[in-house]
């Protein structure tokens, strides 16, 4: 084996040509390959070396320089993880002609592929990329043909060479290749000419890295482009992390001036300034209104929104006489065997003769049990059955829709009313891009309720109210007090300082005259007060205090006593504040993997970039899967795990409540692991026993919305740990911004 010296390859590089494909997945170009090493920076104990690393999938045929560095991987050993690779034309005669027929080239077959190596010698890959006129003159190669032979082999060496001038401009491997696959042929054009492009374009391109490319193409620095793509990232950003609709002139500016002058310099006047902004409206790529600026998703979601809203707000509807009502309340109460407080009659008389209705409250005032008390007076009052197998073999549609923004949210809503609840993007028939149902295609029933409001943004409350057939009622159910939605907008919190919109609000406590003190806990949270007997142990609750390094122990030592009195994984929950950190969801995660499920002879389990997937795993879906009634939120335990799967097939299984699920190995950023998980993630989800750290480590997340969003998720069993003054802390500091919405004012001012 060939071995240069160091001085002539400064980077550690192995040269040889792939013998075996192991792994490879398309999808991030990914793989694992067997390599056999004809030359190496370093002495090699043996000449075929396992190789990983993200690249286009290599041809057998070919010579490839891999440069990278050799790693240890716990389970498969010393591997080769490539950082980028070089592609050598194959150089002998019978390496030419195979390369030139391996199927790279369409139209050339073995019989042509030799033709033309005999006519051009062993040169013949640089010969027809340089000159494919030179083709023309091998035998039986027409024209047209030559033509798309060479056009071939220049877009195959362009792409190589468009590879390594991304890596010089510091794109890693990964990146590099997405940009290349975005943009083919054009690769260099588009990184000469507007490298902004990938910012939109290519996944993992934000504008700093596209604005370095920028630098090294030449593209000035008060170029329009520049500005513009600044313009459009801040307001992404805006809207994307910070989950404003819109920003005002004076914010964009603001968040713009470190991306475009981190030192100050005044490269766009504002009248430059101003022309670019009125251009980009102008193509549409940002709406501009009254000084405020939206993407036009969210400028479109938001006037969808009231303007919907406004349309249930001008509805007449023949108010049900009061004594008929009032009977079937009565009907309702002894069916049910409840009696409603005044408050809650209210809601549900209101909820028979208003188009639009919202009903909030905290934990424990009632919504569910309203909810289920509005479902069965609507039945009465509409002369209607609400039996689900009533509707088994019917045409006629089960007339109430009862939807929650995750899974388990529409799963306790359907078990705490008897009546079937689904998800949101489950009513809407999402298809992984687009929504089935909407104005055209609208949902069918004539009552809708939906549950944990809050959690709605505004891309979604419009998809959804633009399905809403006419004549069919809506209810909204939810916590102005939990944390707002993850996107965009606070359309709970809008619609409430909507004068106008028919509402009541549940103030009085009903689980507390169980003995609940973790509401009573919740409640006073809420008012910004930790209540003098926070530290002493409960029958429902405890306060553990330990510092930042202990809380780990903490948490590991409560999870396994509750295990061991009986309580099962998926009764026991910890929510953490963030991910990274000493106590933070993935340490914890961990940890807690190790001390509850470790590693076991026979146990099978997986490496997926950072973590395991082990056997018996209990894991979170982070999206919503289209093709399985899976959602966002959901928790399942890993049922099955193929180590050796073919990239095609599924690798693990997961068994969610009612199905299992199978997972490819491109699938798995899908799940994570869920013994612990962010108190965002477990909105609209209760767990019986709920492990919650509160450190001055997480100052900057903690705030009073959240705290009470983890603390309320307890429904047995609440336990606290870490610093009392955080919790003091964090309940006296609210969401650190208010969120930009013209909701309110929008409906408000036509209505
Ligand atoms: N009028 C009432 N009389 C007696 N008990 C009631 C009444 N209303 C509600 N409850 C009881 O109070 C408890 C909490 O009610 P419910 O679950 O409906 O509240 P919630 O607002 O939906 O709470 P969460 O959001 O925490 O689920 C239940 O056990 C319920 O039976």
């Given amino acids: 084996m060939e071995q240069p010296g160091l001085d002539l390859f400064q980077e550690s590089y192995l040269k040889g040509s792939f013998v075996q494909e192991i792994f490879y997945n398309e999808e991030n170009q990914y793989g694992v390959f067997l390599m056999r090493v004809t030359e190496a920076t370093e002495e090699l104990d043996t000449d075929e070396v396992t190789v990983v690393g993200n690249m286009i999938r290599p041809h057998p045929d070919e010579t490839l320089v891999c440069f990278g560095e050799w790693t240890d991987h716990p389970r498969y050993g010393k591997q080769y993880q490539v950082n980028h690779v ?282 569910t049990t309203v909810i289920k008390g509005i479902c069965h007076l609507f039945g009465r009052l509409e002369e209607c059955t609400i039996d689900p197998k009533d509707y088994e073999n019917s045409e006629k549609p089960y007339p109430i829709r009862l939807v929650a923004p995750t899974g388990r949210a529409a799963k306790r809503m359907s078990e705490a009313t008897g009546i079937p609840a689904m998800t949101i993007h489950r009513l809407l028939g999402w298809k992984g891009d687009f929504f089935e149902r909407d104005a055209d295609h609208p949902i069918e029933g004539s009552l809708l309720i939906v549950d944990e409001v809050s959690m709605l943004d505004v891309w979604l409350a419009n998809q959804l109210f633009r399905a809403v057939p006419k004549g069919m009622k809506v209810i909204l159910v939810g916590d102005d007090d939990q944390l707002p939605s993850v996107g965009p907008g606070k359309v709970l919190h809008h619609l409430l300082q909507v004068r106008g919109i028919p509402r009541v609000e549940l103030t009085d406590i009903y689980r507390q005259e169980e003995g609940s003190s973790i509401i009573r806990l919740a409640h006073s949270l809420k008012a910004g007060e930790v209540p003098p007997d926070l530290t002493e142990p409960k029958s429902d609750r405890r306060f553990f205090s330990c510092k930042k390094d202990q809380a780990v122990h903490v948490i590991l030592q409560t999870y396994t006593n509750a295990l061991e009195r009986g309580y099962t994984l998926f009764d026991i929950q910890v929510l953490s504040p963030m991910y990274k950190g000493l106590a933070g969801v993935n340490r914890i995660n961990e940890e807690l993997q190790k001390a509850v499920n470790p590693p076991r002879e026979g146990k099978k389990e997986i490496q997926w970039g950072e973590s395991v997937f082990r056997h018996g795993d209990k894991v979170l879906q982070l999206v919503n899967h289209p093709e399985h009634p899976v959602y966002n939120g959901d928790m399942g335990q890993i049922s099955a795990i193929e180590e050796d799967a073919r990239n095609d097939q599924p690798v693990l299984w997961v068994q969610f409540d009612r199905q299992e699920v199978p997972y490819k190995r491109s699938q798995l950023n899908q799940i994570g692991l869920a013994y612990a998980c962010s108190v965002h993630k477990a909105q609209g989800s209760e767990f019986a026993i709920v492990i919650l750290p509160v450190l001055m480590a997480y100052r900057r997340m903690l705030q009073k919305n959240l705290i009470y969003t983890g603390i309320t998720r307890a429904k047995s069993y609440l336990i606290l740990c870490g610093e009392t003054e955080a919790l003091a802390w964090g309940v006296n500091r609210r969401e650190r911004e208010e969120r930009n919405s013209q909701l309110t004012t929008l409906i408000e001012a036509e209505w």
């Fill in 86 to 367: 070089k592609k050598e034309l194959p150089r002998s005669k019978e390496a030419v002609a195979k390369y030139l027929s391996s199927g790279l080239f369409p139209g050339v077959g073995k019989k042509t592929a030799e033709k033309i190596v005999e006519h051009l010698g062993p040169n013949a890959l640089e010969k027809a990329t340089a000159d494919p006129a030179v083709l023309e003159e091998v035998p039986g190669v027409t024209g047209a043909r030559a033509q798309t032979i060479a056009e071939s082999l220049r877009e195959h060496h362009t792409l190589e060479q468009a590879l390594v001038i991304l890596y010089q401009f510091g794109l890693g491997p990964a990146t590099a290749l997405k940009v290349v696959q975005t943009f083919k042929e054009a690769t260099m054009e588009v990184v000469k000419t507007n490298p902004y492009r990938l910012i939109d374009e290519v996944e993992g391109v934000g504008f700093r890295r596209a604005d370095e490319i920028a630098r090294k193409s030449g593209i000035a620095l008060d170029a329009s482009e520049r500005f513009q793509a600044a313009a459009l990232f801040a307001l992404r950003e805006a809207s994307l992390s910070r989950g404003n609709v819109f920003v005002t002139e004076e914010q964009l500016v603001q968040s713009m001036e470190p991306l475009l002058a981190p030192n100050g310099e005044e490269l766009f006047p504002s009248e430059k300034r101003q022309r670019l902004l009125e251009e980009m409206a102008e193509e549409e790529r940002l709406i501009e209104e009254h000084g405020k600026y939206y993407l036009p998703s969210l400028f479109f979601a938001e006037h969808g929104v009231a303007m919907r809203v406004r349309d249930w707000l001008e509805e007449k509807v023949e108010p049900t006489p009061a004594h008929e009502l009032y009977k079937a309340v009565g009907e309702v109460e002894e069916e049910l065997k409840v009696a409603y407080a005044e408050r809650q009659r209210e809601a549900m008389t209101m909820a028979m003769d208003s188009p639009l209705m919202i009903l909030t409250g905290g934990p424990g005032t009632g919504k």
